[in-house]
């Protein structure tokens, strides 16, 4: 299908729909005058070159693999539907009830990122963050469900970052949500995690069999309730090992059970933490929460813990003291200063089952490509290595996690070079103080849409996803095609995207428009792949 589009430049480009991934035919692959990235290999995203403080943090890498004789560590902590406006380092915390005193004590004491991105919803982000790529190439980009009839295990021709870092010498765990395929060929364990302990799906796929206020058409009607049995795979918290065996350690069988799995989760990483201290290898543990995602349902010493006494609030509290216990088991275990923490969450605010989500202060939510859907938390802390009160708005995107981590783990030679990699190795910005972002463009993708770009404190929008409602930006949202001009905001005077200066501001939406072309210039060499979705 070919069609024409008219930029607000007043350019014309003939595109070629393929699939739902827009191709240029006459291909502008530079990038703009706006940017200074440079690509240094074709199949990887251009970045940003900074010779000093790449040459700071190479010498501080150095002092410290000297002292300790080994590769640092990574805890990797990712929550599920946090706002950006939650945590009180970020504005929430006590003053929206529900303090976060663990959290705020990393950005206190490490980096507070300001424009830290994820994908729009759950699956994508986490595809993302294991393969550094974005989830359109890769077909992962919403979560695999009975009935799909693939034509290829999308992981089968990955490059995922736990088998990079197995083969580096690493320990690789995954603990907690994964939400990326449960078929056997898919979960953690088979996809290159040395151990997975955790539950497949989210919170609410769980819960809904068992809330029987909340779900009475199923739990209550006994005809509805078997056929759902007959179709749920998944029952609970599974225990699984590289090329080994996998069980089921514990199902879900009430409210009560669901209640507990973040403890759960958290006594093994707390378990593993003091284990892996004694372990010759360094470790990547990425622990993935269950909560806040919906359903919320506190355990009992968290009931009431929030000053609001919601449940999403509570779940709050009981992420935030969880996440103290591990810095408490890493300082306890000697393991702080060689070990890199990373808290974040994987995507914006579920607004759609309000009060049980989250806050973010920016437009949209979860499910969309306005900054609230995106635009999430991002706090690195590394004691000795990153200079306590540290406060960037450099760009960050989740997919960098790759890049970094395969740099500290002294495995950048192991990048994959027969596919496109989106993220870039971020980890002088993140050590050097005062450090700058790397990355200066953040591509904005909801499945196979290509929604938005920002550069610097500039967003253009090619498409938007739109809402009737306030709170439902899931369940009544739609993803329009735009008018006449793109629509481009500056996100230092509105950073609520309500007033577009598209043709206003002609220069920056013709470059911006040039950085969107040679981005979909790069699916022309290096096409999505097609796995059947
Ligand atoms: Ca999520």
Redesign the pocket.
């Known amino acids: 299908m070919v069609m024409d589009v008219k930029t607000a430049s007043g350019l014309f480009c003939t595109l070629i729909l393929l699939g739902a991934v827009l191709i240029p035919t006459s291909v502008l692959a530079q990038a703009s005058v706006l940017s200074n990235a440079v690509q240094v290999k074709e199949n990887m995203v251009a970045s940003v070159p900074r010779p000093a403080q790449e040459a700071e943090v190479q010498n501080k890498l150095e002092a410290l693999a000297k002292k300790t004789g080994r590769r640092p560590n990574i805890l990797l902590l990712v929550v599920?539907?946090l706002g950006w406006g939650d945590p009180g380092c970020y504005g929430g915390g006590e003053a929206i009830g529900a303090a976060t005193p663990n959290i705020d004590f990393l950005a206190q004491e490490g980096l507070k990122l300001t424009s830290c991105y994820?994908q729009p919803?759950?699956t994508p982000?986490r595809s993302a963050i294991t393969l550094g790529r974005l989830p359109v190439r890769t077909g992962l980009y919403r979560p695999i469900l009975a009935g799909d009839k693939l034509t290829q295990n999308p992981w089968d021709t990955e490059t995922s970052l736990p088998t990079i870092l197995s083969e580096a010498g690493y320990n690789t765990l995954l603990v907690g949500?994964w939400?990326v395929g449960e078929a056997v060929g898919m979960r953690p364990q088979d996809i290159g995690f040395d151990e997975y302990y955790g539950y497949y799906r989210?919170q609410k796929e769980y819960v809904q069999a068992y809330d029987k206020r909340r779900y009475p058409d199923l739990v209550l009607d006994e005809e509805k309730y078997a056929k759902y049995l007959s179709i749920e795979q998944s029952q609970g918290l599974e225990h699984g090992f590289k090329n080994g065996e996998t069980k089921l350690v514990k199902a879900i069988r009430s409210i009560d059970d669901m209640a507990n799995a973040d403890r759960l989760l958290k006594e093994f990483t707390v378990k593993k933490l003091s284990e892996l201290a004694k372990d010759d290898q360094p470790f990547f543990l990425q622990h993935s929460f269950m909560k806040p995602?919906a359903d919320n349902h506190p355990p009992k010493d968290f009931e009431g813990a929030s000053a609001s006494k919601y449940p999403f609030k509570d779940a709050v509290v009981e992420i935030d003291a969880y996440v103290g216990e591990f810095i408490k088991v890493l300082e306890r275990t000697g393991q702080l200063e060689n070990t890199l923490v990373f808290f974040t969450?994987?995507?914006g605010p579920?607004t759609d089952g309000w009060p049980d989500g989250g806050y973010t202060p920016f437009r949209g939510a979860?499910g969309t490509g306005w900054e609230g859907g995106i635009r999430i938390p991002g706090v690195a802390y590394w004691k000795g290595m990153i200079a306590p009160g540290q406060v960037s708005d450099g760009l960050f995107d989740l997919m960098d996690i790759f890049n970094t981590s395969l740099h500290l783990a002294g495995a950048l030679d192991s990048m994959p070079t027969d596919v496109y990699i989106d993220g870039i190795d971020q980890t002088a910005f993140l050590l050097a103080d005062g450090g700058e972002s790397m990355r200066d463009k953040i591509f904005v993708w909801s499945q196979t849409d290509f929604l938005a770009i920002r550069m610097y404190e500039y967003k253009e929008h090619f498409k938007v996803v739109t809402t009737d409602r306030t709170f439902l930006n899931i369940d009544m949202a739609t993803t329009d095609d735009l008018g006449l001009s793109p629509w481009v905001f500056n996100l230092y005077v509105d950073p609520k995207e309500q007033y577009p200066v598209g043709h206003r501001l002609n220069p920056w939406v013709a470059s911006l428009a040039a950085e969107a072309k040679a981005h979909a210039a790069t699916f022309k060499k290096y096409p999505p792949k097609k796995i059947g979705l």
């Open positions: 599920d539907d994820s919803t759950c982000t949500k939400h989210a995602h969450s994987d995507n579920q979860k």
